[in-house]
């Protein structure tokens, strides 16, 4: 049996076969037996399999192939507006609009997404994760009529794969793991544990490329540079005090 949770790929690439609803509520329903938080399940997932609204949708997913290749997509989201609902009919306080239960909806989300990943490569499909929901987080809202209370957290492709690219290199357990208190890193730990990521020839290529000295100046200054981060962070900032917290919470 293939073990593919140690030999999972990200599939960016699919086939035009589509998913039967049966396949696709089994892949759902993997996603609501996730753990959370007092059971409150404060998610909600949008599916756009429609080809027209994918096409759409690219567009705020940086116009993405896997977006109209794939056979559906999948918007994982944040959500306390259901159980606020419930809590108003029922006469309760409402009282998740906060900073914690954005922290505790986003995880519980992100738990269900991951959950959803792994039933769906369990059948066979591939999967992509597209984390531009985080740069294009209100165009994203206002395009899937989200109301407040609902952040769009994970945007999953998922389809019949039409590729088997090679495993993309991860560090050793060593750099990620800490027995019983966390261990700070010298620099020759870090030198050794990036070595075999900053010696990969597709990352070299890279680096020419970009024409850089190395793979962290790449990252830091072309792929996630300060100006992007702090632009699309005042702009986060501003979606989720206007679109999920209480007046009184604000950031």
Not at 32 to 49: D, V
Not at 194 to 204: D, F, L, M, V
Request: charged residues 25%.
């Amino acid at each position: 049996m293939k073990d593919f949770l140690q030999e999972r790929k990200t599939i960016r690439k699919y086939k035009k076969e589509h998913i039967s609803q049966e396949t696709l509520d089994y892949i759902l329903k993997a996603g609501i037996r996730a753990s959370n938080c007092g059971n409150m399940q404060l998610y909600s997932f949008i599916i756009t399999k429609d080809e027209d609204k994918k096409k759409a949708y690219a567009p705020l997913h940086f116009n993405q192939p896997m977006v109209t290749q794939a056979d559906v997509v999948v918007t994982v989201c944040a959500d306390v507006n259901r159980f606020n609902h419930w809590c108003e009919i029922n006469g309760a306080d409402k009282s998740l609009n906060n900073f914690l239960f954005l922290n505790i909806a986003t995880i519980d989300a992100t738990i269900a997404a991951q959950a959803i990943t792994t039933a769906a490569e369990s059948k066979g499909l591939g999967v992509c994760w597209l984390g531009t929901v985080n740069y294009m987080a209100d165009e994203i809202s206002k395009f899937l009529n989200l109301p407040n209370g609902v952040v769009p957290v994970a945007c999953l492709t998922i389809g019949v794969p039409d590729e088997n690219p090679e495993l993309t290199e991860r560090l050793p357990l060593s750099a990620i793991v800490h027995n019983e208190e966390y261990k700070d890193y010298d620099d020759k730990a870090i030198k050794e544990m990036y070595k075999q990521i900053e010696e990969n020839p597709t990352n070299i290529q890279y680096v020419k490329e970009n024409n850089k000295e190395n793979l962290a100046q790449v990252f830091s200054e072309i792929r996630y540079g300060r100006k992007g981060n702090e632009e699309f962070s005042k702009n986060y900032k501003e979606f989720i005090n206007q679109n999920f917290l209480d007046k009184n919470c604000q950031l």
